[in-house]
């Protein structure tokens, strides 16, 4: 054998050979790597560097396409007509923070605190130059510079999918390169907590549980959802006894939000409740299922049953509340069977993106940047092309008919209510076939891709497996020669 081969079970994935999708586009550049191909000694241009260089390409290509709103002069509903709208930009303003107000202190936040914080930090100097005559245009600044930290949390979120995916680096590929990314990037500030739960995730396949929990806390500060990572590891605790390592990532963790949460709860408590008074009185949101349902187009222009409508007319929305919550719970209970019950314990990522995936098609809130919690988790939890980008394209076409709504509510109709409805419910249904694809992977683990390049072992599941998964390779991925 060659000194520039490594054995067999080292070598990284071939995605046009284990990925019939990949497979099928390559015939169209000469099918498939052959049988006898030699990979090279190592080159600039590894697989890593090429995935790297790709989401910095995407996230620019991202800034291009938000572009035209960046002036904040949004006259004519040009932020909906050229898809082009940002929270960051608007709240900039709806905060307060364009007069120099304190999140939390001065002005109540309707995000968790270190989201809060992140908006100060970048908003408040922002603030002081444009008083200095410093900068034209504080908004545009703004949000240019909210841009450029939010895409390094995107790359490191990246990067962090390689590091436990070293066998098989063109994954973080679909990432990389998620349509739905393009679109939602900057719309909000959740790249920020995707990648902190990501590096989170590494630490936990690393086997440093007090690193993960650090992260995870600052990441479930940041947003929500990423606690839901901590339902996965219960499930492979119970299933496999090994609770040690995962308690002290919990005990971290709680101990991390709590140091972030508690002082400002202490110090400015109907702004920090602010958070959890908006989430539980938020009524149907556009686009979820409960939407679905209110608005289904019935025929001779009729549109939603009672029952859903009602739903909305408690100010309280205590019913909603306990459906969606129930409906999740139930989903989780059926998460927890799948999880004991499958013939070898499921991969970390596999239930993590599950219990999401889950949180979002019950939910009664289902933003259009949310999907940014799940793209590293799908690519994680099943590395497959085809039904991930037929998701993908899904919640693009969302994204766009997201748009007309927004214009028909301000009184320019572009479309009949149907079409929204109809690409909510495509959403719905692709999400609902990929995570049907990831459940046959549990029931069916020789289907797993992952588990076939790794061995059968997790290379997330860190002390869940006998041994580490995702050892150092001999020499990183390089460029292939045909023979």
């Known amino acids: 054998m060659p000194p520039t081969v490594r054995p067999e079970h080292r070598l990284s994935d071939e995605p046009a050979t284990s990925d019939r999708f990949v497979g099928g586009l390559s015939e169209s ?3 498939p790597l052959g049988s006898h191909a030699v990979r090279t000694s190592s080159r600039f241009w590894t697989p890593a560097r090429v995935v790297l260089l790709l989401i910095c390409a995407m996230l620019s290509f991202s800034w291009m396409q938000k572009s035209p709103c960046r002036d904040g002069a949004w006259a004519d509903m040009k932020q909906y007509k050229y898809f082009c709208y940002t929270d960051v930009l608007a709240l900039y303003y709806a905060e307060g923070l364009n007069e120099g107000q304190v999140p939390y202190a001065d002005h109540q936040v309707e995000y968790p605190v270190l989201t809060g914080a992140f908006m100060g930090v970048l908003g408040l100097p922002v603030h002081s130059l444009g008083q200095q005559g410093a900068i034209d245009n504080p908004g545009q600044t703004f949000y240019d510079l909210n841009a450029v930290v939010l895409s390094a949390f995107g790359i490191a979120a990246v990067a962090a999918t390689i590091a436990v ?26 790249l920020f907590c995707v990648g902190l739960a990501a590096i989170s995730i590494t630490f936990w396949a690393r086997r440093r ?5 650090l992260f995870l806390g600052l990441a479930t500060a940041a947003k929500f959802y990423p606690v839901l990572i901590l339902g996965a590891l219960l499930v492979l605790c119970i299933r496999t006894g090994k609770w040690k390592e995962a308690l002290a990532t919990f005990g971290v963790g709680a101990a991390t939000w709590l140091a ?6 202490i110090l400015y408590w109907d702004s920090w409740i602010k958070f959890w008074d908006f989430n539980s009185q938020r009524g149907i949101d556009w686009g979820t299922l409960w939407y679905i349902g209110a608005h289904f187009p019935r025929g001779a222009g009729q549109y939603g049953f009672q029952y859903f409508q009602n739903l909305d007319l408690d100010p309280e929305h205590a019913t909603l509340n306990v459906l969606y919550l129930g409906l999740f719970l139930l989903s989780c209970v059926g998460i927890l069977i799948i ?18 995936a889950a949180f979002l098609i ?4 289902w933003s259009q940047q949310y999907v940014l919690w799940l793209i590293p988790l799908a690519v ?33 109709q572009v479309f009949p209510e149907g079409v929204f409805v109809l690409a909510s419910i495509l959403r719905l249904v692709t999400l609902a076939v990929l995570v049907g694809y990831v459940i046959r992977d549990i029931w069916h683990p020789e289907m797993d891709v992952v588990r076939d390049t790794y ?26 020669k045909t023979l």
């Open 209 to 213: 549980p007090l690193l993960a929990g």
């Open 29 to 31: 550049i000469g099918g």
């Open 260 to 265: 972030i949460n508690v002082p400002v709860a």
């Open 362 to 365: 019950t939910g009664k809130v």
């Open 339 to 356: 999880g004991l019950r499958a013939p070898i314990p499921p991969r970390l990522a596999q239930l993590a993106f599950l219990i999401v």
């Open 380 to 412: 994680l939890a099943r590395p497959r092309w085809g039904a991930f980008l037929a998701w993908q394209a899904a919640e693009v076409l969302y994204f766009v008919s997201f748009y007309g709504e927004l214009m028909g509510a301000s009184g320019r």
């Open 165 to 190: 995916r070293r066998r098989r680096p063109w994954d973080a590929a679909m990432f990389a390169a998620a349509p739905a990314l393009f679109v939602s990037a900057t719309v909000n500030w959740d």
């Open 455 to 480: 061995e059968g072992e997790d290379p997330d599941g860190g002390v869940f497996n006998r041994d580490e998964a995702e050892p150092p390779l001999i020499a990183p991925p390089s460029l292939v």
